[in-house]
């Protein structure tokens, strides 16, 4: 062959031709012949042949990786560990039913009972039962007893015969507790003199009242940084005041909460606050004089 030099594959020792310049280059760089790509692989790799342990396979594994105990797969290392190392299986916890009184395994679905029809049977109750359950309860607690705290699925079975747990209670005999987080009154809004929109009739006197007084405000003022709004704020001697009609003090738990923290926030920004609760306004003889005492400073 014409610019060709003779070499010989290093790992078969094959003849084999290159170039003149590709024959100079590997001799410079010190790099081997080879005839194929499966030649330099078959010479350039460091790994052995081993024997499977468990079927007498031959394969090849690079000696980094030898262990004690070589398998071809982790199919044939699991047939061996699984008969070397036989599993320990842990005895079920074993729980007997409130109902049947059968034992079943333990989980965390069913504590009590084996199965749903069991449960089911078991805190089954008729109307008379629950207005029973509900007037014991009653006593033991001096109060209306909560839902939460009425087990067994009493809540639920109170639901399903009348409508609600309100209506059981009221079916019992007795006021259904104020609700924590839903509002229990509903707002009647009307227009005050001075055009102003009020929420209550309550609201509306006050409004009337500051307006047949001359005392200046405004309607439905933010607390700083904050959702919270004022009933009113007035402006006397260069100064601005904040005035709240509490309605529905001492008769909603939501309504409570949101009192102290009006209070907390006037405390904090330094806000003078003039409080009017319902007995301040009725009954409506003493409402001139209560107010003119409330707002004696302003006046």
Request: hydrophobic letters at 30%; a positive charge; aromatic letters at 12%.
């Amino acid at each position: 062959m014409t610019n060709s030099k003779k070499a010989f594959c290093k790992n078969c020792k094959k003849p084999i031709y290159r170039s003149a310049n590709r024959f100079n280059e590997n001799l410079k760089f010190g790099w081997n012949f080879y005839c194929s790509r499966k030649c330099e692989y078959q010479y350039k790799t460091k790994k052995q042949k081993l024997i499977c342990e468990n079927c007498g396979k031959s394969f090849l594994r690079q000696p980094s990786d030898f262990s004690l105990h070589n398998y071809c797969s982790h199919s044939c290392a699991m047939i061996v560990n699984n008969k070397r190392y036989t599993r320990r299986r842990l005895k079920p916890v074993l729980k007997t039913c409130v109902k049947c009184e059968k034992q079943f395994k333990k989980s965390t679905g069913n504590k009590k009972y084996c199965s749903m029809r069991c449960r089911n049977e078991a805190e089954r109750y008729a109307p008379e039962e629950l207005l029973n359950i509900i007037k014991n309860t009653f006593k033991k607690l001096g109060r209306v007893p909560a839902r939460r705290e009425l087990l067994k699925g009493v809540d639920k079975a109170c639901v399903r015969f009348f409508g609600s747990w309100n209506n059981a209670i009221t079916t019992a005999g007795f006021q259904p507790n104020r609700s924590h987080n839903q509002r229990m009154y509903k707002r009647v809004f009307t227009k005050a003199i001075d055009g102003h929109l009020c929420d209550s009739v309550s609201e509306l006197l006050i409004d009337n009242w500051l307006y047949k007084n001359n005392i200046l405000h405004e309607r439905d003022v933010y607390y700083p940084k904050t959702h919270h709004k004022a009933d009113w704020k007035i402006f006397a001697k260069n100064k601005e005041i904040f005035v709240e009609y509490f309605g529905l003090a001492n008769d909603s738990p939501r309504y409570d909460r949101a009192i102290k923290e009006k209070k907390k926030l006037c405390g904090k920004h330094k806000i003078s606050l003039i409080s009017i609760y319902p007995q301040d306004l009725y009954p409506k003889k003493f409402f001139e004089d209560n107010l003119k005492e409330k707002f004696k400073r302003v006046i």
